[in-house]
T-cell receptor
Framework: DAGVIQSPRHEVTEMGQEVTLRCKPISGHNSLFWYRQTMMRGLELLIYFNNNVPIDDSGMPEDRFSAKMPNASFSTLKIQPSEPRDSAVYFC???????????FGEGSWLTVV | AQSVSQHNHHVILSEAASLELGCNYSYGGTVNLFWYVQYPGQHLQLLLKYFSGDPLVKGIKGFEAEFIKSKFSFNLRKPSVQWSDTAEYFCAVKGGGFKTIFGAGTRLFVKA
């Protein structure tokens, strides 16, 4: 069974460019999460969806960040414009139900120069 | 609001030493409790979980955790660590609402 699939795995981009990270959750899971991990701030929950509906986006750092989930099998996290301080590992994760085990993707390693 | 506190940010042990990582949470109701592990350069993976029943939970790779409701704690233990246990360990709690809250993580380094 395929796990959570993220793309790209690595991206290096210049400041000011738009970055789009993609995620395919595990089939049948109805909760999807976007996390950001840095050395300084640890693991931060940015936003999560339940049944494709954004439930809590209070962790989204600012308006430059946006996330969508147009259907049950796809989500995007967009940063526009990107800044060097956005450099981090972005994890997408899914869960079969609220409160159940969260399954993480391999992460998208973003470097903004 | 819920919160999760992991007492140690960094732990250094020698191989064969015993391990205990502390985790406390703040939520008075029913909770689901988790420990996740992140090996260097990898994503988080579930180590063990507690939903109900026996408060002593056994997970993969010889890890176990004990839920003590009166202390709001869910400490992770392993009797004898190995070099391959070097990783970051995250405690997580799901109480009321949708969110699962993760602790700040504890970095374990095991000396060979």
């Amino acid at each position: 069974d395929a796990g959570v699939i993220q793309s790209p795995r690595h991206e290096v981009t210049e400041m000011g460019q738009e970055v789009t990270l993609r995620c395919k959750p595990i089939s049948g899971h109805n909760s999807l999460f976007w996390y950001r991990q840095t050395m300084m701030r640890g693991l931060e929950l940015l936003i999560y969806f339940n049944n494709n509906v954004p439930i809590d986006d209070s962790g989204m750092p600012e308006d430059r960040f946006s996330a969508k989930m147009p259907n049950a099998s796809f989500s995007t996290l967009k940063i526009q414009p990107s800044e060097p301080r956005d450099s981090a590992v972005y994890f997408c994760a899914s869960s079969p139900a609220v409160g159940n085990t969260i399954y993480f993707g391999e992460g998208s390693w973003l470097t903004v120069v | 609001a819920q919160s999760v506190s992991q007492h140690n940010h960094h732990v250094i042990l020698s191989e064969a030493a015993s391990l205990e990582l502390g985790c406390n949470y703040s939520y008075g109701g029913t909770v689901n409790l988790f420990w996740y592990v992140q090996y260097p350069g990898q994503h988080l993976q579930l180590l063990l979980k507690y939903f109900s029943g026996d408060p002593l939970v056994k997970g993969i790779k010889g890890f176990e955790a004990e839920f003590i409701k009166s202390k709001f704690s869910f400490n992770l233990r392993k009797p004898s660590v190995q070099w391959s246990d070097t990783a970051e360990y995250f405690c997580a709690v799901k109480g009321g609402g949708f969110k699962t809250i993760f602790g700040a993580g504890t970095r374990l380094f095991v000396k060979a």
